[in-house]
């Protein structure tokens, strides 16, 4: 029996909540807390010091005196760089370098822009075709290029001058730049310009004014890949340049080797002038490099 009296009745009590299930994200991080952290750093460290210790034996030859056999290069010297510098003409080889990669970089950014708003806008029947062929050539070594480029720069009169490096080199890599400017404007909404075309723009202004702004990370990984494969290669400078006065750093770091003997301080000292452009426009360029390759991978 109920009564009324307010003092003997207890209030039900409720019923345990069920406990709601973790995350499969919070279980992974807990997870990834409880791992030991020297399973982690050891094998990092292991690889760090795999990839440092050779840029440390190319700094140690560099910056030791001739003839020693110090592991720590001290005293210092810089003999070797003021060698290849002045002696084995480094300086002018430098300047011929930054000549091609840049004239590179400029031209196969221009060509391969003008090419990727055309296979990312347009509709033709070639195209399929078109874009399989510029993924098959690709598979082609610059080598098989060789025969067929001299024979056209000799007719051209163009041996033994920077020029023709410069078409050799935007030859080899427009394809590949053509297809990662493809997908970097297929990102671009095609509704933009479109907007722009209603306010009055022409085709080529709204892509100068809408479009061109939102492909600078794609820009700037295409031009940098072109920079850094002008900068580095050594096939096209070997063949068509004759002159050691338009040589470039890879053919003058061959010079530096010879089948008598090699000097490795001046080798040394030329391979660490050759790497350091390179590691500076990677060092302001990492960001927008990845971003760029990352966007042209999703629709290219």
Same mark, same amino acid.
Request: hydrophobic share 55%.
């Given at each position: 029996?109920?009564?009324?009296?307010?003092?003997?009745?207890?209030?039900?009590?409720?019923?345990?909540?069920?406990?709601?299930?973790?995350?499969?994200?919070?279980?992974?991080?807990?997870?990834?807390?409880?791992?030991?952290?020297?399973?982690?750093?050891?094998?990092?460290?292991?690889?760090?010091?795999?990839?440092?210790?050779?840029?440390?034996?190319?700094?140690?030859?560099?910056?030791?005196?001739?003839?020693?056999?110090?592991?720590?290069?001290?005293?210092?010297?810089?003999?070797?760089?003021?060698?290849?510098?002045?002696?084995?003409?480094?300086?002018?080889?430098?300047?011929?370098?930054?000549?091609?990669?840049?004239?590179?970089?400029?031209?196969?950014?221009?060509?391969?822009?003008?090419?990727?708003?055309?296979?990312?806008?347009?509709?033709?029947?070639?195209?399929?075709?078109?874009?399989?062929?510029? +993924?098959?050539?690709?598979?082609?070594? *610059?080598?098989?290029?060789? &025969? $067929?480029?001299?024979?056209? !720069? /000799?007719?051209? @009169?163009?041996?033994?001058?920077?020029?023709?490096?410069?078409?050799?080199?935007?030859?080899?890599?427009?394809?590949?730049?053509?297809?990662?400017?493809?997908?970097?404007?297929?990102?671009?909404?095609?509704?933009?310009?479109?907007?722009?075309?209603?306010?009055?723009?022409?085709?080529?202004?709204?892509?100068?004014?809408?479009?061109?702004?939102?492909?600078?990370?794609?820009?700037?990984?295409?031009?940098?890949?072109?920079?850094?494969?002008?900068?580095?290669?050594?096939?096209?400078?070997?063949?068509?340049?004759?002159?050691?006065?338009?040589?470039?750093?890879?053919?003058?770091?061959?010079?530096?080797?010879?089948?008598?003997?090699?000097? +490795?301080?001046?080798?040394?000292?030329? *391979?660490?002038?050759?790497? &350091? $452009?390179?590691?500076?426009? !990677? /060092?302001?360029? @990492?960001?927008?490099?990845?971003?760029?390759?990352?966007?042209?991978?999703?629709?290219?």
């Amino acid at each position: 029996m109920i009564t009324k009296d307010a003092g003997t009745i207890a209030p039900a009590a409720p019923a345990p909540a069920a406990e709601e299930p973790r995350p499969t994200a919070w279980r992974t991080r807990r997870a990834w807390d409880e791992v030991p952290r020297w399973q982690i750093y050891f094998p990092l460290s292991v690889y760090l010091l795999f990839t440092l210790v050779p840029f440390y034996w190319i700094l140690l030859f560099a910056l030791r005196p001739a003839g020693s056999t110090s592991l720590v290069p001290w005293p210092m010297t810089f003999d070797h760089f003021d060698k290849v510098w002045t002696e084995r003409s480094f300086g002018t080889y430098f300047q011929n370098s930054v000549l091609i990669a840049l004239a590179t970089l400029v031209l196969t950014t221009v060509v391969a822009l003008a090419g990727g708003y055309a296979l990312a806008r347009f509709d033709f029947r070639i195209k399929r075709g078109f874009m399989l062929a510029l +993924l098959c050539s690709q598979f082609v070594p *610059g080598a098989l290029l060789l &025969v $067929p480029l001299f024979q056209i !720069f /000799a007719k051209l @009169q163009m041996i033994n001058s920077l020029g023709s490096v410069v078409i050799a080199e935007t030859v080899f890599q427009l394809p590949l730049s053509m297809i990662l400017i493809s997908g970097f404007i297929r990102n671009v909404p095609y509704s933009l310009e479109e907007a722009a075309w209603v306010d009055g723009c022409d085709r080529f202004k709204a892509f100068r004014i809408v479009v061109l702004p939102l492909l600078r990370p794609g820009l700037i990984a295409v031009g940098s890949f072109a920079f850094v494969h002008a900068w580095n290669h050594f096939l096209f400078a070997l063949m068509f340049l004759s002159d050691q006065g338009k040589q470039t750093i890879p053919v003058g770091l061959n010079t530096l080797m010879s089948s008598d003997s090699v000097d +490795l301080g001046a080798l040394a000292a030329g *391979g660490i002038i050759a790497a &350091v $452009p390179v590691v500076i426009v !990677f /060092a302001f360029i @990492q960001k927008w490099l990845i971003t760029g390759f990352s966007a042209g991978a999703v629709k290219g």
